[in-house]
């Protein structure tokens, strides 16, 4: 069946940096475009950012852009968010998403992760 597992996350200082990973499996990855989206407790679920399943085409939320790039590997199943400069408010479960277009709007992925906790300290 379809899985996706991200790993990566964890405690940092403000101003610094994680990588999140999603590894997927039980599905084409490389014909599916990827999510990362984030939930910050009592929060609705946004969108971080997408790209398309060739990797050409990337998108990012306003709040993230210039600090967060995504990329994957289809050779590997996986898709990664580096996140740089990284702010208190950044503080949330990261999840990734698989979905036919590199899209902000949830209902547009078909395949979700459990997610990971990234929490920023100021």
């Known amino acids: 069946q379809v899985q996706l597992v991200e790993s990566g996350g964890g405690l940092v200082q403000a101003g610094g940096s994680l990588r999140l990973s999603c590894a997927a499996s039980?599905?084409?990855?490389?014909?599916?475009?990827m999510g990362w989206f984030r939930q910050a407790p009592g929060k609705e679920r946004d969108f971080v950012a997408a790209?398309?399943?060739?990797?050409?085409?990337?998108y990012y939320a306003e709040s993230v852009k210039g600090r967060f790039t995504v990329s994957r590997d289809n050779a590997k199943n996986t898709v990664y968010l580096q996140m740089n400069s990284l702010k208190p408010e950044d503080t949330a479960i990261y999840y990734c998403?698989?979905?036919?277009?590199?899209?902000?709007?949830?209902?547009?992925?078909?395949?979700w992760g459990r997610g990971t906790q990234v929490t920023v300290s100021s």
């Open positions: 998403a698989a979905g036919r277009n590199p899209v902000p709007g949830r209902d547009s992925y078909d395949y």
């Open positions: 039980g599905y084409t990855f490389s014909s599916y475009s």
């Open positions: 790209i398309s399943w060739s990797g050409a085409r990337t």
